[in-house]
């Protein structure tokens, strides 16, 4: 097994072969049941509880992936995200969006091929204010000749829906057992937790398997007040855990953002269409003359080939498309990207 540290690589090396068949279904297995028990995911997986915790660590450290935690949008956001759709100077993308990883509303960001360089989605966090930020502060950065913003609508699925098909349905409906169920009343803002809530929420944020035990240890609290507070969270979805890994590091190498202009009496249809597609990360309603965004991953140019014309084609409604390719994945889910190598998350994203 290759062992690198995940600080100084580079695109070139983001292949396969860092992670290997077992690796996988680990990564399959929390994209179900990301608190799991590793003795638990042991026995799902018939694989020694050692083997799980060494391969846990090892993907962890090595920054091939993270188990996080995803923030409620209405407590985090005063708004609805946009869309960027940027057109930069020849031969200055690659700069422009490392420039953009200066924003922490930048929650996605990636230089594409196409008829624009630059695709991001950018966040109006609590506090931000998004006017300045998209009429002056983005447009006004060295290298941009010009920025289309397109606020989204609807959401219709997001980045942890995706999953890697490859366990059984006993498995899978083993794993599930273990999902903590939100069955408590939505929280409205994040003013409604107290001190303890809000430092949980941020350790959850960071590492969505901390144990009570290391939050108590973290927050100087007891554990069963860490706990009360993880519960919490969890019961009422402010925060939910997701795996982050790089698709490129799982095989899918290929990341793709299609724009569809669609009849509006089709737009619902579509979008419930495509949200349910193996290949969707994000399928959004957003504001302009393509209302139909659609961010997919494929193992190959054949499998985005075979979307397009057999997915896409069947769908009624359909007036338009504009596909763009990533050329580099720059930052995905406030991480900033190396190749399949997971950096930190953007601090400051948490405000009251």
Known sequence: ???????????????????????????????????????????ILGIPTSTITRR?????????????????????????????WICCEPGRSAKV??????????????????TGDIYADVFPLLGT???????????????IRSVESRLILDSRRVGQSWRIQRLTADQNDALAAHVVPINLPALSSIDELSDLEFGTMCELGRNARASAAEVARTLNVSSSSAYR????????????????????????????????????KAISHVLDQLGGH????MVTMVTGQ??????????????????????????????????????????RYWMDRNGPFIGDQVEGLLRR
Request: proline content about 8%; aromatic content about 4%; hydrophobic content about 45%.
């Open 97 to 114: 969006a490392e420039q953009l990883k200066a924003f922490p509303e930048v929650q996605f960001a990636i230089t594409t091929s196409g």
């Open 1 to 43: 097994m290759s062992q690198h540290s995940g600080t100084n690589h580079g695109p070139a090396e983001a292949t396969i072969s860092l992670i290997d068949e077992t690796d996988l279904d680990i990564i399959a297995a929390l994209q179900i049941a990301p608190r799991v028990p590793a003795n638990a995911l042991a026995e």
């Open 290 to 331: 393509a209302p139909v965004v659609f961010h997919g991953v494929f193992r190959d140019p054949g499998s985005l080939a075979d979307f397009i014309t057999g997915d896409i084609g069947a769908l009624p409604g359909i007036q338009s498309m504009d596909t763009r390719v990533a050329i580099d994945v720059t930052r």
């Open 278 to 281: 193996e290949s969707a990360r």
């Open 229 to 264: 507070a993880i519960q919490m969270l969890l019961g009422t979805g402010a925060i939910s855990p997701r795996v982050e890994v790089e698709p490129s590091a799982v095989g899918f190498p290929l990341t793709a953002v299609v724009s569809l202009q669609v009849k509006p």
């Open 56 to 84: 846990l660590n090892r993907l962890q450290s090595e920054r091939l992936m993270k188990v996080i935690g995803r923030y409620a949008w209405p407590l985090i956001l005063s708004g609805n995200p946009q869309q960027l």
């Open 129 to 143: 204010d998004m006017n300045d930020l998209l009429s002056n502060q983005i447009p006004s950065l060295p290298g």
